[in-house]
Each structure stands twice: as C-alpha cells, then as structure tokens.
C-alpha cells in the first residue's frame, strides 16, 4: 500500500489546521510533521479534483485505519490511578492557594491601614459606622419596645398547660406569632430607617449586608427558643430538662453570631474594598472558629451523649417502692399482677447484639464527629469543587434516610406486634392457635428488618455517591435478584406445603366430636402419620437444598452423583439396617403393631411405647425398656388387636357339681357387666365351654371373657377377686395336691391323710 500520499495528505490538512486556527496556544505549539513542499500541495489539490483518485485515497484511509493498531482499553486500575492523580493534583492547587492566602495577610494589613490613614476612606468608615448605629440602634429599639409589649401574652401563653400534643402546637403556634413580631418590628424600622437616609451607594449595600445578618441571627434564634423553650418548659418540644434546655440555646447564639456576623461583615468589607485574597483569608478564619467551637460543643457533651447511647442501665431494685410496685402492678388491690413477660433467647440475643454497637458507637462517636468537622472544613476551605455542597446534600440524605428507616422500623414491629394479634378471647378459646398462627412471625419479623436495614445502607451509599444502586441494573444484580426471587419462592412453597401436611395431619388427630370430646384414632394411623410428616420434611428439605444450592451457582450434579455412590454404599455395607428397614415399613403398613399394643417380640413382652423407620421399643410390666431392631423380628404376637380375651380356667373338687359352678361363674359375669367400672370394657357375656379336663386333683372348667384391646388382664384380675369370694360363700372348694400314706406292719393298715391345717390324721381318728 502507498503510503507516500498519505503521509503527504496528513502533512497538508495539518498545515493548513495550524494556519487557519485562531487559538492563541497554536501559535506556539510545536509541529508533530515537517511542512509540505509546494509540489506535494499541487499533488494534494490534483488528488482531491479528481473523483477517481480521490475515491482511491479514501479506500486507502480506510485500509490504513483498518489495520492501525488498537488502543489498549483501559482498565479500571489506570482510571483509578488518573482520578487520583487529577485529585492529589487538585488538592496541592488548592493547598497552594490557602497557602498563598495566608502569605497575602501582609497585603490585607496594608489595605487596613491605607483605610484607617486616607480621609476620605476615613470618612466613609465613620459614615458607615454613623450609619449602622443609626439602623441597627434603630431596629433593636423597635423590637425591645415590642418585646415589652407582648410580654403578658408571653407569660400567659407559657403559663398554660397543653392537654396534648395538639394543643401544644396551637400554643407554640401562637408562642411563634409573637416571637416573630418583634423581629418584624426590627425589619420594618430598620429597612424603614435605610430608605429614607442618604449615604454612598456601598455605604447603603454594607448596611443591608449587616441588617440581613441581624434579621438571620434573629430568625435563628426564634426557631431555637420555639423548640427548647427555656423558660416555659410545658412548651417545650425537646426532651431536655431547664438546664439542657439553656446550654444549647447558649451554644446556638454563640455559634449563630460567629457564623453569621462573620460572614456577611466578611461580605461587607468585600463591597468596601478589600481584596479578594485577603476576603477569602478572613471567610476560611471564620469558617475555623466555627468548626472549633463545634468541636468543643463535641467534646463538652462527651459523655452525657455516649451515656445516652449506651441506654439506660437497669436500676437497681428498691425495696422502699414495694408498695407502690405493688399498687401499680394489682398487688394492693387483690388483682394478679400484671408483670410483662420475660424475653425470649431471640430478643436477648438481639438486644446484646445491639448493646455491644451501641456501646462501641459510644466509644468513638465524638471523635467520628470531630474527623466529619474536620473533613467538612477542609473540603470548604479548600474550595474543592462542589465538595462542600456534596458533603451537605450527603449529611442531610444520611440524615433523613436514618429518620425514615427509624421510622419504618417502629412501625413494622407496631404492625407485627398489633396488626397480626389474636385477640384475647380467641386466645382463650383457643390456646394452641397463638402459638401456631404466630410461628413465623419472629423469622418475618428478622427477615423484614434485614431488608430494611441492607436497602439503607444501600440509599446510604448512594448518598455519599458509591452508585451502590447501579448494580441492580448490571448482569449480576439481575442474576442475584433472579436467585433471590427463585429461592423466597421455593422456600415459601416448601413451607407452605409442609404447613398444609401438618395442619391436616394435627386436625385428623385432635379432631373432635360436636360435643367437643376428643376423637379417639387408631394406633395405626397415629404411628403413620407422624412417620410420613418426617418423612416428608426430610424431603422437602434435601430438595429445597438442592434448588437452592444451585441457585447460588453450585453444581449440584456432583452431589447427586456422590449421594448415589454413598446410597449404593450404604445398601452394600449396612444390608441389615436395610432390612430393618423394610420389614419395619410392611409392619407397619400392614398395621400388625401399633403403638399402644401389648405384644410378644422376639421372646421379650411389654406395651409398645414408639415404632421408628428401624426398630421397636417395648416397655416391660417391671419398667424395663426393650429396642428391637425389625430385623430380629421373626414373630409377632399381638395381645390387643381390635378385641381381647381372658381365659378362665377353673379347678373345682369331684365333690362339686360343675353345673353349679357354672351358673356361679356366669352369675358373676353378669354382676361385672352391669357395673359401670366394668361393663364398658367387657363386650359379652362370660362364655363358659364346659368341663375341659380330669385332672389328678381337680375338675378342670375352661371359659373366657371378651373384653375390649387391652383390657382383658384388667376385667380377669377382678373376676378372679369375685370368683374367690363366691366360691367361698357357696362352699365350693377348690382343690389343691393330696397325698394318702398306707404304713404295713402286720396291722391292719390304717390310712394317713394330710389335712388341710398341716396335720396328720387317720380314718380312725
């Protein structure tokens, strides 16, 4: 590619820029190429008139822009290092001009005494002084005369007691009304008095410099005796006591009349003639006396403000106020106290979370007061370009961002604590339903509070210009917004499933007749559904886990990978609890034990106290608590399903007739069934199958007592206590083991029985 008319071309247009440019500064600027010769300009001009060759140097432009190497872009770290740079180089310029300022003060000494040694200057001064006592004298005669005049209403306005907040804004209203009357007595003399004198035209501009100051000191003033009220404490706004109440109002006048005076007197002698350098000297001075005396109202008030931060200790307890404790609280009266209830691990959790930041906040607040004065001050003396004006708008944001945050957090826990109450009679009526409507209230409330505090930090940020906003709009405040939404709503499915489950399952189980009498379920489903509630919160949590978790950007294909392995692990190695397993959920869903059940497993007996996934636990008659693992379960023997029954096996002597005994057995039967103790356990009559057995001794009569699950030992204990009683009363003997002795000596034998005492006898005794 030539590159001959190009650089020819570049050389020309650059020339002819340098000659036809009316910028003084490119006179003197050193050109970048050497200047074209005459022949080059000639093939310049031929170039451009004819469209062909023009439209070929063009194409070659473009072919020369194309392959031009791209600047580097430039990084985040290189603008960094350029705004620092362009800010140290800011800083030192303004640092050299206070500098030089202070270097000036010679020059503004010179201009005081040119002042004070000139006539005419002189006269002007004398002339302005005239003028100003004239004006000022004039005003303040007006308004003390003023002051005296209003000085009944006064007292009467701060003699009367408020029945509220409203009315005490109606009489700080009026209170306002004649505070402003004696300024207004000032104003219109004063401007009064300026208007109708003749003076120089900067004479007239200086004293309205100062009549303004006066007006502002005293508009200042007023708002300050408005809101403390020194001598009217009913009035007053401010939570201070009399005392406060005048040292702020001392500190407020002492600063105003600093601030203001030197200010517009600063203004005033600018009109008069001073230099800019020393003016700007003298509004710096000012502007350090009142940072100082801010930092020693900081400093005064140490500790009374970190005292207030820290909060109110407990107090100690008094046994002298016992009695008027009492009254307050119902004791005296005869009524129960009414103490407020103690806090819970979360609110104490909270309030030392908060008393450890409001106990380090106390610790450093008047020194983060006095750097913020500090930073303030030399952002305005140094005149950084709207520096000052940031730091205020900032200051004034942070305050009204930290106002309304306050403010909405008190009126989120007043929501919480009143709007979502149940009122006292359903509390009543229902005791359980506080607790189960109010559950999630506490975690709500943290969340809510958590929001509010992370959106003002944020609005704080944005404030002091960190654009901490700008990244809602950037990809990745998208794709955090996108998770968080995705995430509130998986969990707030999740529990709002878990929540239907178990509020169906708890209305199944306490459910309740229309007489209010408590339904009584099924050992089975009250072992199953507990099972299947657990069962469904574990997976409702491994599955929002797993949503979340990917949802933060965790692959989650790994964990399902690995779960696998360890599943098939699990099935290889622990094959026992496996079958535990297994075998637990047939027993159970074949519902052959339920708890409650008085069962024989694996050669132990007892009433089943709880069934898990894995195994039983049985509670023995002597106390003792048998585990046995479903695996070890072979058979299963079940004492109370559905019915029960108690065998009765009756030994009666040959001597009595069992048709009898039979008629007593069942007679006895009837007499528990009639009872209310009794009948309500035993579901038919005594069953009676005859005579079941010779024995050695005895006649053997078998029969049986159906009775409700479970009840059976209970009804068989008392028939037998009856049964004894009876058979007692009606003579019929129950037989026990006899042994007859024949002795052979030669004698006749002669028979030895045992007799029921213990004693021997024979057939002839």
Same mark, same amino acid.
């Given at each position: ?41 000639? $093939? ?43 800010? &140290? ?11 030089? %300022? ?44 003023? /002051? ?54 900067? !004479? ?50 002492? /600063?105003?009349? &600093? ?38 109202? !900081? ?94 708008? %900032? ?7 930290? /106002? ?52 003002? &930090?944020?609005?704080?940020? $944005? ?33 709002? =499933? ?39 919160? &574990? ?53 052959? =034990? ?7 497993? %694996? ?52 001597? !009595? ?30 069953? /009676? ?5 010779? $024995? ?52 006749? %034998? ?16």
């Amino acid at each position: 590619m030539p590159t001959r008319p190009i650089r020819l071309l570049l050389s020309c247009l650059l020339f002819t820029l340098a000659l036809l440019s009316a910028h003084p500064a490119s006179a003197q600027a050193t050109p970048l190429v050497d200047q074209p010769s005459a022949a080059e300009v000639d $093939q310049l001009i031929t170039t451009l008139e004819d469209p062909a060759k023009r439209d070929a140097l063009l194409v070659q432009l473009k072919a020369l822009k194309a392959v031009e190497k791209p600047a580097e872009p430039e990084t985040m770290g290189s603008r960094v290092l350029d705004t620092l740079s362009d800010r &140290i180089d800011l800083f030192s310029q303004q640092v050299a001009a206070a500098s030089r %300022a202070v270097i000036d003060t010679p020059r503004a000494l010179r201009w005081l005494n040119q002042q004070m040694t000139d006539p005419a200057k002189r006269d002007a001064w004398g002339l302005l002084a005239l003028h100003l006592a004239l004006i000022i004298g004039g005003g303040y005669a007006a308004r003390f005369a003023m /002051i005296w005049l209003l000085s009944r209403p006064r007292r009467a306005l701060g003699a009367r007691a408020p029945g509220g907040l409203l009315a005490k804004l109606v009489l700080l209203f009026a209170r306002l009304v004649l505070d402003l009357l004696p300024m207004g007595a000032f104003a219109l003399v004063g401007f009064g008095l300026l208007s109708g004198t003749e003076a120089p035209r900067t !004479v007239r501009v200086a004293s309205l410099i100062i009549l303004n100051a006066s007006l502002i000191v005293q508009g200042v003033l007023v708002a300050g005796h408005v809101l403390l009220s020194p001598k009217t404490p009913l009035l007053r706004l401010a939570r201070v006591g009399d005392e406060t109440a005048q040292y702020l109002l001392i500190w407020i006048r002492r /600063i105003t009349i &600093i601030g203001v005076y030197g200010y517009f007197i600063g203004e005033a002698m600018r009109v008069l003639g001073l230099p800019a350098t020393p003016h700007s000297a003298w509004l710096k001075l000012v502007g350090l006396l009142v940072t100082a005396m801010l930092i020693v109202l !900081v400093l005064q008030n140490r500790e009374p403000v970190a005292q207030a931060l820290r909060g109110k200790p407990e107090p100690e307890p008094d046994d002298r106020d016992e009695a008027l404790r009492a009254v307050l609280a119902g004791e005296a009266s005869g009524d129960e106290p009414h103490l407020p209830p103690p806090p819970t691990p979360a609110q104490a959790r909270r309030h030392a979370a908060l008393s450890l930041v409001r106990q380090r906040l106390a610790d450093v607040w008047h020194i983060l007061a006095i750097l913020y004065l500090g930073a303030v001050y030399l952002i305005w003396a140094l005149e950084i370009a709207g520096g000052f004006d940031f730091v205020l708008r %900032a200051t004034l944001v942070t305050g009204a961002i930290l /106002i309304v945050s306050r403010l909405l957090s008190e009126a989120l826990n007043q929501l919480v604590d009143r709007g979502l109450k149940v009122p006292d009679d359903v509390r009543l009526a229902y005791p359980g339903l506080e607790e189960r409507a109010n559950r999630y209230l506490p975690f709500l409330r943290r969340v809510a509070q958590g929001l509010l505090g992370v959106f003002t &930090i944020l609005l704080l940020l $944005q404030a002091w210009g960190a654009d901490a906003l700008s990244w809602l709009g950037s990809d990745l405040g998208q794709r955090v917004a996108s998770s968080s939404v995705t995430i509130l709503i998986v969990l707030t499915l999740a529990l709002v =499933i878990w929540e239907m489950v178990n509020g169906a399952i708890l209305r199944y189980l306490n459910a309740t007749d229309d007489q209010g009498i408590r339904l009584q379920r099924s050992a089975r489903m009250r072992t199953l559904l507990p099972l299947m509630r657990n069962a469904l919160t &574990i997976l409702l949590v491994t599955l929002a886990g797993l949503i979340v978790l990917s949802e933060f950007g965790v692959n989650i294909a790994p964990l399902l990978a690995g779960a696998g392995v360890i599943g098939l692990a699990v099935g290889f190695g622990a094959q026992t609890l496996v079958k535990d397993v297994i075998t637990g959920l047939f027993i159970l869903i074949e519902d052959t =034990i339920s708890v409650g059940d008085g069962v024989t497993v %694996a050669g132990l007996s007892g009433g089943v106290e709880a069934m898990s996934i894995r195994s039983i636990r049985l509670r023995g008659y002597d106390g003792a608590v048998h585990t046995i693992p479903f695996s070890s379960v072979t058979t299963v023997t079940n004492s109370t399903k559905d019915f029960s029954f108690y065998v009765l096996n009756v030994t009666i002597d040959y001597a !009595v007739d069992t048709d009898r005994v039979v008629g007593v057995l069942k007679d006895i039967g009837v007499q528990m069934q009639a009872e209310p103790d009794y009948g309500a356990s035993i579901l038919g009559p005594v069953e /009676i199958a005859g005579v079941d057995a010779f $024995q050695d001794s005895a006649v053997l009569i078998k029969g049986r007592i159906k009775t409700r699950a479970g009840q059976q030992w209970a009804v068989g204990r008392e028939f037998n206590r009856r049964m004894k009683k009876r058979f007692d009363a009606e003579g019929i003997t129950i037989p026990f083991p006899q042994q007859v002795l024949h002795i052979n000596s030669g004698a006749p %034998a002669t028979p030895f029985t045992s007799a029921p005492d213990g004693t021997v006898k024979t057939d002839a005794s």
